[in-house]
């Protein structure tokens, strides 16, 4: 049996789960279960980044411990994870004991191998990203070439990986195993960006203490990424005694594959294979690298306030139609953009009505002219067809081209549609003489739909059962036994009554009700009224879901702090507007311009503390820039500012 290993990139835990993190676990499950069913011994693995300056520093900014924030964020992935179905066999924190010793154990062996030594760093560093950039790579402004925003000057004694000596290597590897770096493209992306030559790479950092602390290096922290990649191995038992899943899946010569987003491409296809090739341990078969879904022809991001959350999805649709929708509307590698209305047209075109009615057509006729059951024989009118949309989509599969391989299903249903459209089944029920042909026409509608349904498997794992029991159809276990070859339905079964399994959704009526509801929880809260403009693309957002409720993800995404006013003026020409200068437990002071210049004199609001939404995008109020907004109470048309109900620290989170 070949051994497949899949991993997804292990998800930090300064945000919660949107789309965007969703679909590499989606496809990674999708690879995990078709390669089950084709037979392999499957090894699929997720998890958590958990360490690093951007979990320090989200995690004092909500006045809690790392590993506080890191738990509460994990116990969502869980939870996401279970409601949509994910079928991985581990999941790895890196702050586990397990993942320590295998960080170690690698960093221990690169130490041996003379790669490590410290010397002065100076450099841009993206906290997103969690990397240094260099001059070249930066875009105007010192800005993260990924991100946009401006990067830190920063300048450390550091432990240095001798990357530079690793190169000629590493351009041997591509050259002798193009299949390394998925799509081509990428490859050839990364290729050139080792060619251009390799600098050494800073592998500690003395300014962050949350993470693994180097050996041998008072005072220094492993680098977050260095520690992150390992998981791929620490979670295999690299570094403990009970290894044996090490020896099956990474040294044996099965597949491993990375699947991972593009912007985290060079980790994975550069870093990742200097470390193992100085620790002298085997490379991964392939690194995937899959596009961005965008919103409004921009990454999803929580600083740009445009991501969408999945949970309205999963409760309005499914988490199954939520996984055709990814897989079938993105091509795989390229970037795609997400809207409602596109989800919907799909979920109405392909599974309400070429799946869905074209099923219940088969069934209803079957029962009707075969005492409620199968037909009593077969017929080959779209055997031709249906083996050639198998052999598609198995091609698709193999090469992880899901919306190819589901374009194939969806043209065979339509020639599903097409034949009984031609041959006309229902026009000849109940002339007996024609009996023989009806259930030969249906029995092959039948058959393909059941091949349609089997190749369904990896992708809707309990709708597709739920249509071959429809149509008595056995669920297989694997594919490896003819389950995609024609001919396997049976004849004269009884059947019982389809119920619908994927309800048309009236788009203008939903697109409709989400608005509204929009509106009406915009209206109630001001705060989400004031993000309206973040979230002005097509269709409904992560906010709206069934009656007007949020979730405690949307809740989160508004950062509310407590904040110390230190000055207040009246904003020239208005009799409302206060501009105000408050303490927010940041570098520095924050202007806020707030509407409280009729209810509160100036003078009465310094050293008074209020809270805030501190992450709202500055908007400019009379000329003056806003950076956030005071929460007030109106009373009879009168603001009355809310305060915590004693003293505490500026900055202190509010939740
Ligand atoms: N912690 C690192 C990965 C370490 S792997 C050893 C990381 N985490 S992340 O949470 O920021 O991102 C995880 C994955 O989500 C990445 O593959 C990233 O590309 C993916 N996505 C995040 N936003 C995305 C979209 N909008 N669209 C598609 N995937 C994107 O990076």
């Known amino acids: 049996m070949s051994k497949t290993y899949i991993t997804t990139p292990i998800y930090y835990v300064n945000d919660l789960p949107h789309i965007g993190h969703i679909y590499s676990t989606l496809v990674a499950d999708t690879v995990a279960r078709y390669r089950r069913l084709e037979g392999d011994d499957v090894y699929f693995l997720t998890g958590t980044d958990e360490h690093g300056q951007k979990i320090q520093k989200t995690a ?23 409601q949509l179905e994910m079928t991985h066999d ?19 062996r690169i130490a041996e191998k003379g790669d490590l030594y410290v010397d002065r760093h100076e450099g841009f560093y ?19 070439p990924i991100h946009e925003t401006p990067c830190d000057r920063q300048s450390e004694e550091n432990v240095f990986f001798r990357l530079s000596k690793y190169q000629d290597a590493l351009l041997a590897h591509y050259e002798a195993h193009p299949e390394f770096v998925r799509p081509e493209s990428r490859l050839n992306e990364v290729k050139q960006f080792v060619a251009q030559g390799l600098k050494d790479l800073s592998v500690s950092r003395t300014t962050v203490d949350w993470g693994i602390p180097l050996p041998g290096f008072e005072g220094h922290t492993i680098y977050v990424w260095l520690d992150a990649l390992t998981n791929y191995i620490s979670a295999l038992g690299y570094g403990s005694d009970s290894d044996q899943l090490y020896r099956d899946f990474w040294q044996g ?25 100085s620790a002298e341990l085997p490379l991964p078969t392939t690194v995937w690298a899959h596009g961005w879904w965008l919103r409004d022809n921009l990454k999803m991001s929580k ?30 590698g390229q970037d795609a953009g997400f809207s409602d209305e596109a989800f919907i047209e799909r979920y109405n075109s392909d599974l309400a009505n070429d799946i869905g009615n074209t099923l219940s057509r088969l069934v209803t006729l079957s029962r009707r002219a075969f005492d409620g059951a199968l037909p009593p024989a077969k017929g080959d ?51 007996e003489s024609q009996k023989g042909e009806v259930a030969e026409v249906l029995w092959a509608g039948l058959e393909a ?31 490896t036994e003819g389950a995609l070859s024609w001919g396997g339905l049976g004849t004269g079964k009884t059947l019982g009554a389809v119920e619908p399994l994927f309800p048309r959704i009236d788009k203008k009526e939903y697109l409709k009700g989400a608005e509204a509801k929009k509106e009406a929880k915009d209206a109630k809260a001001p705060a989400a009224a004031e993000n309206k403009e973040k979230r002005s693309g097509k269709g409904k957002t992560q906010a709206s879901s069934a ?28 009799d409302k507007l206060l501009k105000l200068s408050v303490d927010a437990g940041e570098s520095s002071e924050r202007t806020v311009v707030a509407g409280l210049g009729k209810a509160y004199e100036p003078e009465a609001l310094m050293g008074r503390q209020v809270i805030v939404v501190a992450n709202l995008k500055p908007a400019k109020l009379m000329g003056v820039e806003s950076n956030g907004m005071v929460l007030a109470a109106t009373a009879d048309g009168k603001p009355v500012l809310l305060s915590p109900e004693s003293e505490v620290p500026a900055g202190t989170r509010v939740k």
């Open 60 to 82: 004092a900014e909500q006045g809690i411990e790392p590993i506080a924030l890191a738990d509460r964020v994990v116990e969502r992935y869980h939870q996401l994870w279970q």
């Open 90 to 108: 581990d999941f790895i924190r890196t702050t586990e004991p397990r993942h320590w010793a295998g960080v170690e154990k690698i960093v221990a």
């Open 126 to 144: 993206c906290v997103r990203c969690e990397t240094f950039y260099t001059d070249k790579e930066l875009l105007e402004g010192d800005r993260c």
């Open 253 to 277: 010569d099965g597949a491993r594959i990375h699947f991972v987003g593009k912007d985290i491409l060079r980790f994975h296809a550069v870093f990742w294979p200097a470390f193992l090739l």
């Open 303 to 332: 600083s740009i306030g445009n991501v969408v959350r999945p949970d309205y999805l999963l409760q309005d649709f499914g988490h199954e139609a939520l996984r055709y929708y990814v897989l079938r509307d993105m091509a795989f």
């Open 381 to 431: 009118g779209l055997k031709a067809e249906a083996e050639q949309a198998m052999a598609e989509y198995r091609g698709h599969m193999e090469v992880f081209s899901f919306h190819e391989a589901l374009r194939s299903l969806s043209k065979l249903n339509q020639e599903i549609s097409q034949f009984l459209v031609r041959n006309e089944p229902w026009k000849k029920l109940k002339d």
């Open 449 to 479: 739909l059941r091949l349609v349904a089997t190749a369904l498997l990896p992708i809707l794992p309990e709708k597709a059962p739920k249509i071959l029991e429809s149509i008595g159809a056995d669920v297989p276990e694997t594919f």
């Open 547 to 574: 009656e007007g409720l949020i979730s405690i993800d949307d809740f989160f995404g508004v950062m509310l702090k407590v904040a110390t006013i230190q000055t207040a003026e009246r904003v020239p020409k208005s």
